[in-house]
């Protein structure tokens, strides 16, 4: 590959874990390109629902997959030309991204594209199968963690903060169930990749993690 060169950091774990905004603070600290990988499910989970497309469609699903008219700009998500950075952050639309996450021809579909965002000066690559399966050459690779009690609270102030209603008793439900549907799934389980640092953020805050992951960075 002639970009394989450009240094990759990976920021693999579960939902609510933290790693969009430990991964958007490295990217930022180092002043590298950012891959919300994750994302690219949620943007394919919409164009579904909007098409009327079977979530368990995977040939219908993987052809919009493909065809994905997806542009990030700063903190903007475009679809199309329409920014839909917080549509996608519902919880509909994120348990529907992680059905389709679990269909072979999706993952397939996204691989190429996931490729594409390794550019020039660097990448950090957030999501679950970074280190894993997407770049499993990367520089440094990282698992973020954190209890599922942690994670359901963070998703609590995270869903009031932008005004949308949340039950706390829901959303542990919720995590339970996505961290069993994505650690089981035959293609691309959620796990660390070979020789990760696995950090578990429980106890941290974003500033402490950013730090740690910048640490390690700078000690390869």
Same mark, same amino acid.
């Given at each position: 590959?002639?970009?394989? =060169? !450009?240094?990759?950091?990976? !920021? ?6 933290? #790693? ?10 180092? $002043?590298? =390109? ?8 949620r943007l394919t989970a919409l164009s579904a629902m909007r098409a009327g497309v079977d979530l368990g469609d995977?040939? $219908? ?7 994905? +008219?997806?542009? /990030?700009? $700063?903190?903007?998500? /475009? ?19 992680? #059905? !389709? ?32 399966? !997407? /770049? +499993? ?24 903060? #932008?005004? /949308? ?23 691309? +389980?959620?796990? +660390? ?28």
């Amino acid at each position: 590959m002639p970009n394989s =060169h !450009i240094p990759v950091i990976t !920021i693999d774990g579960p939902t609510a874990s933290g #790693k969009g905004t430990v991964a958007a603070r490295v990217a930022d600290r180092l $002043g590298y =390109h950012l891959l919300d990988s994750g994302a690219l499910y949620r943007l394919t989970a919409l164009s579904a629902m909007r098409a009327g497309v079977d979530l368990g469609d995977e040939h $219908g699903v993987a052809n919009l997959a493909a065809q994905l +008219p997806v542009r /990030f700009s $700063g903190d903007g998500i /475009f679809l199309d030309g329409e920014e839909v950075g917080a549509l996608i952050r519902a919880e509909e639309v994120g348990n529907n991204a992680s #059905k !389709i996450a679990a269909l072979p021809g999706v993952r397939q579909a996204l691989y190429a594209l996931q490729l594409g965002f390794r550019t020039a000066p660097g990448l950090v690559a957030d999501g679950r199968d970074m280190g894993t399966v !997407i /770049f +499993p050459n990367a520089r440094l690779k990282v698992f973020l963690t954190a209890s599922v009690e942690a994670r359901a609270e963070r998703r609590y102030k995270q869903l009031i903060g #932008k005004g /949308f209603s949340a039950n706390m008793d829901d959303l542990l439900a919720d995590l339970q169930a996505r961290d069993a549907r994505d650690t089981g799934r035959s293609v691309a +389980p959620l796990v +660390p990749a070979e020789g990760a640092y696995v950090l578990d953020t429980s106890e941290m805050t974003v500033d402490e993690a950013v730090e740690q992951v910048l640490h390690w960075n700078a000690l390869l």
